[in-house]
Nanobody
């Protein structure tokens, strides 16, 4: 069992940066791939980024590639999402998730956090 708690969301102007964190409980955190997803009002949840158990492999949605960076610290049971050059279209609730396979589909993740709101003003 893994419990996930996101933090770091907030209101930022277009072009600004935010760093989201996801703190995980449980000794098995290091065996899980981690993902970040987001959901804007009236839209479906979408994949943002993921990272494998060791941190060696990452992938990003095309919409955030080159602006967002996912990382993890298995010693501290945390995963981060550094978001730079934010745009109004990045406004959404951001969720971290843990799964054994860690693909781009939310169905591949078993544990989810409650989400943190990111609002980017123009």
């Amino acid at each position: 069992q893994v419990q996930l708690v996101e933090s770091g969301g907030g209101l930022v102007q277009s072009g600004g940066s935010l760093r989201l964190s996801c703190a995980a409980s449980g000794r098995t955190f290091r065996i899980y791939a981690m993902g970040w997803f987001r959901q804007a009002p009236g839209k479906e949840r979408e994949f943002v980024a993921n990272i494998n158990w060791s941190g060696e492999l990452t992938s990003y949605a095309d919409s955030v590639k080159g602006r967002f960076t996912i990382s993890r610290d298995n010693a501290k049971n945390t995963v981060h999402l550094q978001m730079n050059s934010l745009k109004p279209e990045d406004t959404a609730t951001y969720y971290c998730a843990a799964g054994r396979m860690g693909g781009r589909s939310g169905d591949e993740y078993v544990f989810w956090g409650q989400g943190t709101q990111v609002t980017v003003s123009s």
